[in-house]
């Protein structure tokens, strides 16, 4: 016990802690043979028969290295009215260095990328936690809430701070690691509605193939003339104005009830089903967003095939916000009392009914706003395409001690 007398009499205050930690630390997702060069064999026919050639598979990079991450935090602890009220908040600083990228390299070399330590970025962020816990009785419950952000910055990209640009899925969808900017926004065109009619046509910048109907996309740089790459500008990314989730426990007797709920606001998706369900295509099943084409609504006219200025040619039309909340787990249960159990030799028995993933509260058309296609790859963040539904399911169980 401490002789310390700082706030001894302060009945209402459980605990208060200031919490300051420094710490530097590697990131270890090398191969033991990811600085080596690699290479494969396939079989070719020269036209006397079938002969092995050998091809690079990796490009050598003797430098490669881990990253370095040196993090700051400050964080806070409160606790009142014996645990009626809990309070936790933190700040945090974190820089990276020595960044290890999936970067493209020239296709002269017969590869397409190469992984390099380039470049450094930062993140800082708050964290808050909320908790509540009473009896009363039979009764009890508790409540915990969390609340938490993250802005991230890349700092530098090597020499020349060159950008660095990467493909979705398709073509025509980019992402672009730009310094000053998060890592993996969006780089596409602004669509903005369709032509409605010839005189539009003519007075707005556009492909040569556009047609009345067609989706009207910005000229970005404003030179008079629309162009596919020249006119691409960052439409956002993937990363969340900030993250929330909460739970409750409740209890009375020998039943409980617990519910699990968790979040994110603001951020957004690149949805790339929306080339095909959206396109108005004649060889294309369609959503109802059909009904509302050229010249019932803002939709893009029909088109025989798959091509055009359309919903096909990717822009902010395929950029959703992402936001929702989930019901991510329901459970009720009751807990026999063991005078009921002991006889059998049987103490602790609780049955219960259970279910995961039930409600998900969105404006996200996709199936599952919590999707990223290339979840390995950090430049390539908030991708939908031809993904699965997240599983809703249910569960009966019985929990007992011999």
Same mark, same amino acid.
Request: a negative charge; charged letters at 20%; proline letters at 3%.
């Given at each position: 016990?401490? *002789?310390?007398?700082?706030?001894? *009499?302060?009945?209402?205050?459980?605990?208060?802690?200031?919490?300051?930690?420094?710490?530097?630390?590697?990131?270890?997702?090398?191969?033991?043979?990811?600085?080596?060069?690699?290479?494969?064999?396939?079989?070719?026919?020269?036209?006397? =028969?079938?002969?092995?050639?050998? +091809?690079?598979?990796?490009?050598?990079?003797?430098?490669?290295?881990?990253?370095?991450?040196?993090q700051y935090d400050v964080g806070l602890d409160l606790s009142f009215w014996k645990g009626t009220l809990g309070l936790t908040a933190d700040y945090y600083y974190s820089k990276t260095t020595d960044m290890l990228f999936d970067v493209p390299v020239s296709s002269v070399s017969g590869?397409?990328?190469?992984?390099?330590?380039?470049?450094?970025?930062?993140?800082?962020?708050?964290?808050?936690?909320?908790?509540?816990?009473?009896?009363?009785?039979?009764?009890?419950?508790?409540?915990?809430?969390?609340?938490?952000?993250?802005?991230?910055?890349?700092?530098?990209?090597?020499?020349?701070?060159?950008?660095?640009?990467?493909?979705?899925?398709?073509?025509?969808?980019? /992402?672009?690691?730009?310094?000053?900017?998060?890592?993996?926004c969006y780089y596409l065109l602004v669509q903005d509605g369709i032509f409605h009619n010839k005189e539009e046509l003519n007075s707005y910048p556009h492909f040569s193939t556009t047609q009345v109907g067609d989706f009207?996309?910005?000229?970005?740089?404003?030179?008079?003339?629309?162009?596919?790459?020249?006119?691409?500008?960052?439409?956002?990314? +993937?990363?969340?104005?900030?993250? /929330?989730?909460?739970?409750?426990?409740?209890?009375?007797?020998?039943?409980?009830?617990?519910?699990?709920?968790? =979040?994110? /606001? =603001?951020?957004?998706?690149?949805?790339?089903?929306?080339?095909?369900?959206?396109?108005?295509?004649?060889?294309?099943n369609m959503t109802r967003d059909a009904l509302q084409r050229f010249p019932y609504g803002e939709m893009n006219r029909p088109n025989?095939?798959?091509?055009?200025?359309?919903?096909?040619?990717?822009s902010t039309f395929h950029v959703e916000d992402g936001s929702y909340l989930r019901l991510q787990n329901l459970s009720l249960g009751y807990t026999f009392p063991d005078k009921w159990t002991r006889k059998a030799g049987i103490s602790k028995l609780r049955v219960y009914v259970q279910g995961s993933n039930l409600f998900t509260w969105t404006d996200y058309s996709g199936y599952n706003p919590e999707v990223s296609n290339h979840a390995s790859d950090a430049l390539r963040p908030g991708e939908d395409y031809c993904s699965y539904p997240l599983a809703r399911t249910f569960s009966v169980g019985i929990n007992f001690n011999l």
């Amino acid at each position: 016990m401490s *002789d310390e007398s700082f706030l001894r *009499d302060v009945k209402w205050l459980d605990d208060l802690k200031l919490r300051l930690s420094v710490g530097v630390t590697g990131n270890a997702q090398i191969g033991n043979s990811e600085y080596l060069q690699l290479y494969g064999s396939t079989n070719i026919d020269l036209g006397n =028969g079938l002969r092995p050639q050998v +091809y690079p598979s990796q490009i050598a990079n003797p430098d490669l290295g881990w990253e370095r991450n040196t993090q700051y935090d400050v964080g806070l602890d409160l606790s009142f009215w014996k645990g009626t009220l809990g309070l936790t908040a933190d700040y945090y600083y974190s820089k990276t260095t020595d960044m290890l990228f999936d970067v493209p390299v020239s296709s002269v070399s017969g590869l397409t990328s190469s992984n390099m330590n380039i470049g450094s970025m930062e993140n800082q962020g708050v964290e808050l936690g909320l908790t509540s816990r009473r009896r009363f009785g039979d009764f009890s419950y508790s409540f915990s809430a969390n609340w938490s952000l993250n802005r991230n910055k890349v700092l530098s990209l090597g020499e020349g701070n060159a950008d660095i640009i990467k493909e979705a899925s398709f073509d025509g969808a980019y /992402y672009i690691t730009r310094v000053g900017q998060p890592v993996g926004c969006y780089y596409l065109l602004v669509q903005d509605g369709i032509f409605h009619n010839k005189e539009e046509l003519n007075s707005y910048p556009h492909f040569s193939t556009t047609q009345v109907g067609d989706f009207r996309f910005v000229d970005a740089n404003g030179n008079g003339i629309l162009e596919e790459d020249a006119d691409r500008v960052i439409v956002g990314n +993937y990363m969340p104005d900030f993250y /929330y989730g909460f739970s409750v426990n409740l209890s009375y007797k020998g039943f409980d009830l617990a519910a699990n709920f968790q =979040g994110v /606001y =603001g951020n957004e998706i690149l949805n790339l089903e929306r080339r095909y369900l959206m396109s108005n295509s004649m060889s294309q099943n369609m959503t109802r967003d059909a009904l509302q084409r050229f010249p019932y609504g803002e939709m893009n006219r029909p088109n025989r095939k798959l091509t055009g200025n359309t919903a096909a040619c990717t822009s902010t039309f395929h950029v959703e916000d992402g936001s929702y909340l989930r019901l991510q787990n329901l459970s009720l249960g009751y807990t026999f009392p063991d005078k009921w159990t002991r006889k059998a030799g049987i103490s602790k028995l609780r049955v219960y009914v259970q279910g995961s993933n039930l409600f998900t509260w969105t404006d996200y058309s996709g199936y599952n706003p919590e999707v990223s296609n290339h979840a390995s790859d950090a430049l390539r963040p908030g991708e939908d395409y031809c993904s699965y539904p997240l599983a809703r399911t249910f569960s009966v169980g019985i929990n007992f001690n011999l």
